[in-house]
Every structure is written in structure tokens, then in C-alpha cells.
């Protein structure tokens, strides 16, 4: 295990809700679980979602607390943001598949309702990561990912080009979210708010208070 700076080069830039994301382990851990899994990745319940162990990554641990060693992103070359809108709308030609029973389609409400949303995509030339891990496996892995983030049926977080060399082990270790019991005996301080500090992120067995980057 060394240290390694990951650098993503993106066509279109990307799209995410928050400055902590995408996180690394969890594109790594996509990858790692759609190998292992197969076509069941894609069927997977939340609820019996667990979190991934066996990443080619260093881990830290404080009491019941593990971690991957993996830094928060940071944009290179960034640019600004820029706020799209995008639609959804109930296709009429769908209506002859319809379940039995439905005879008017709500618009107004519901599951069909129509939609006008938005996505801030960031302007930039790629991201950076920092991690501690083995690079061979973690080449091989991210080797099978074409886009990060959201909107990628809409283009966004298209890859062009992953690239890998020496690292920052502190940066590894110190600029991600901490569970706060850990940052104190470390001397980090930030905004502190709850967070999934192992992939996935989104289930309750990852989640704790953080302090933030």
C-alpha cells in the first residue's frame, strides 16, 4: 500500500450535489461490487446493503469506526458553475402499457407527474484524489469506469483519461470526512454534520457525525 494521487480528466465536467463527492472509494467500490455481483448489482435492495469491505485501500479504525484512507475530491482547473434545467413528462405513447384499472394518468401528482428540475454541473477540467492503496488493482478497477456523478445520461462526467502518481499520505489520511471522536484526538476541526464515511454512503451502518473538510 502507497501513497497515490488519482486524477480524473473530464470532457463536460460533472454534476453532484456537494462539495465532498464524488469520493473515490465509493467510484471504486461501484466498480469492485459490479465485478463480484454481475447483473445482481443493478437489483440490489437498499435495505440489504451493506458496507463494502475489501477494496484495494488502506483503512483506519477508531473504536467500532473503519474508514477507507481516501481523500475528498478537489477540481482542477475549475471554472464556475452552471445550472441547467431539464424536464419530465408523461410520454402519451406509453399509455398502452399501462397496468389494467388506470384510466386517467395524473399529471399534476403521483409517479407521473410532470417535472421541471435542475443540476449544478461544475466546470472543470477533471478532480483529484489522494488515497493509500494498492495501485495495480486500483488502476484495474477504475479502468472500467467511463462517468462519474450525476446526469450521465445527460453527458455529464463523461471520462477521457485516468492518470496516477505519487501521493500525499496526510491528505490521504486527514482532508476527507472524520467521525468526530477521531478528529478531536487528531486535532481537526470543521463543521460537524452526519456523513458515510465508507461505500455506500447513503445506508445507515455508514453513516456518522463528521467532521468536515
Not at 465509493?26 to 455481483?37: N, P, S, T, V
Not at 484495494?56 to 469506526?65: F, I, K, M, S, V
Not at 395524473?106 to 489522494?130: D, Q, V
Not at 493509500?132 to 478497477?141: C, D, F, K, T, Y
Request: include cysteine.
Amino acid at each position: 500500500m502507497t501513497p497515490i494521487r488519482i486524477r480524473v480528466r473530464l470532457v463536460n465536467g460533472f454534476v453532484v450535489k456537494d462539495p465532498w463527492s464524488p469520493a473515490i472509494d465509493g467510484i471504486i467500490a461501484a466498480a469492485f461490487m459490479r465485478e463480484k455481483l454481475g447483473d445482481d448489482f443493478f437489483t440490489q435492495r437498499e435495505a440489504d446493503m451493506q458496507p463494502v469491505e475489501g477494496l484495494p485501500l488502506a483503512t483506519e479504525r477508531h473504536g467500532d469506526r473503519w474508514w477507507y484512507l481516501a481523500s475528498s475530491p478537489a477540481q482542477i482547473g475549475a471554472q464556475g458553475q452552471d445550472k441547467r434545467f431539464f424536464h419530465r413528462r408523461f410520454d402519451d405513447q406509453h399509455e398502452a402499457y399501462l397496468p389494467p384499472g388506470i384510466g386517467r394518468v395524473m399529471t399534476a401528482a403521483g409517479p407521473y407527474k410532470s417535472s421541471r428540475l435542475y443540476e449544478r454541473r461544475a466546470i472543470c477540467g477533471g478532480l483529484e484524489w489522494h488515497v493509500i492503496g494498492n495501485e495495480p488493482e486500483i488502476r484495474r478497477l477504475l479502468g472500467t469506469i467511463d462517468q462519474i456523478g450525476g446526469g450521465r445520461g445527460r453527458g455529464y462526467g463523461q471520462v477521457s483519461e485516468w492518470l496516477y502518481d505519487a501521493g500525499d499520505e496526510a491528505i490521504a489520511r486527514r482532508r476527507r470526512p472524520l467521525p468526530v471522536e477521531y478528529a478531536q484526538v487528531i486535532g481537526v476541526t470543521g463543521r460537524v454534520m452526519p456523513w458515510g464515511v465508507v461505500p455506500p454512503g447513503r445506508i445507515a451502518a455508514a453513516i456518522c457525525d463528521c467532521v468536515m473538510p
